[in-house]
């Protein structure tokens, strides 16, 4: 039995360039993994099934499921006869634009890889993961990345400067494919992506928090207007950034104070079903 960590993301931008001619959207986005993991198992079977284990019933345990079909990319690519019971531990809420569907994939290839010794470095890992989903190779090593292309193209930037993140979650469902519909190229209010990696660069909190932006926040916000809510709930209660995370309806708030974090925190517990405070990973 072999064990990964399967860590969430959140994005501190996202940008739409355009669509494609092969239909998927151009994006820029940066992103950052944070302290918030579903933990895998993965064990050998005797059969040539694949087996996936969850205690959440929102988890689908079939080929839906995206470590399924990361196993079943690996199982084909190195012609393995073995089958693989998957073990999901899930922390990460789902449908929240935290990307655990994603990141359960990309633990899966990490921990396949080690559990057959098929020695792939992290770019063949990630080559493999761009077959998934768009996100899923960003996953592949989390950190703080840019990332291009459908999500593909990568390039590691410098990390968050230390602070907290409080994590707020309604219980509203969003489609990621809905919310991409109705983009309108010529409405958005675009981010700054070279301002961002520069603050970056230069550990500039404010300057981070001022240029976090996502393009898909107003279309999510229009839609269910408790994500507005809760953006002004973590702003009355001192938060110098904040922002939704992929297609939502996941916000967060940066924080450098624990006192500030806790008050973000009580702000929202009893109002969001799933309220954390966590770190971004460096
Ligand atoms: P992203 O940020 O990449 O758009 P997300 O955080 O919005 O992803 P997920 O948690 O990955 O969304 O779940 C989206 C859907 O994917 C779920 O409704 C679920 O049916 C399906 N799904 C497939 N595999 C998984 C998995 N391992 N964990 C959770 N959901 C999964």
Known sequence: MLFEKAP???????DVLHKRDDGYHEVEMVMTTIDLFDRLSFEKLENDQIQIESEN?????NEQNLAYQAANIFKQQFSIKQGIRIEIDKQIPVAAGLAGGSSDAAATIRGLNRLFDTGLTNQEMEQLAERIGSDVPFCIQGGTQLARGRGEILRPVASLPPCYVVIAKPTVGVSTKEIYKRVNLEKMMHPDTSAMTHALEDQDFGKVCAELNNVLEPITVEMHSTIAQIKERMQKAGAPGVLMSGSGP???????QEAKADRIYNSLK?????????????
């Open 250 to 256: 996941t916000v967060y708030a940066l924080v450098q």
């Open 8 to 14: 969430a993301k959140i994005n501190l931008t996202l």
């Open 270 to 282: 009893g109002f969001c079903q799933d309220v954390y405070t966590v770190h971004a990973l460096r």
């Open 57 to 61: 019933r929102f988890v689908p345990d």
